[in-house]
């Protein structure tokens, strides 16, 4: 069964610091490309990073900077240091694959950031 569980999130001052979490099911974990998502209310939800097997990242140029994203196989798992943080960072963050399908979308972790 596919499974993506998100955790971390939380309400942060700007310029504050928060780790998340996404625990991903080993069938899941040998796609290529695992990613972050979020989605601010009255928004689409975008693509904020992005990792393959061999560790290329990429991210959306707003975050650029300031958010890290990471994958440790051997305890399935996707991180995202995400520093120096901003009101207009929140949102719902999510992971997925890399194009994202429908069926993998998890409850995600709200992300808050007060000014």
């Known amino acids: 069964q596919v499974q993506l569980v998100e955790s971390g999130g939380g309400l942060v001052q700007a310029g504050g610091s928060l780790r998340l979490s996404c625990v991903v099911s080993?069938?899941?974990?040998?796609?290529?490309?695992m990613g972050w998502y979020r989605q601010a209310p009255g928004k689409q939800r975008e693509l904020v990073a992005s990792i393959s097997n061999g560790g290329s990242t990429d991210y959306v140029d707003s975050v650029k900077g300031r958010f890290i994203i990471s994958r440790d196989a051997a305890k399935n798992m996707v991180y995202l240091q995400m520093n120096s943080l901003k009101p207009e960072d929140t949102a719902a963050y999510y992971c997925?694959?890399?194009?994202?399908?429908?069926?993998?979308w998890g409850q995600g972790t709200q992300v808050t950031v007060s000014s």
């Open positions: 080993r069938r899941l974990f040998s796609i290529n490309y």
């Open positions: 997925n694959i890399v194009p994202a399908l429908v069926n993998y």
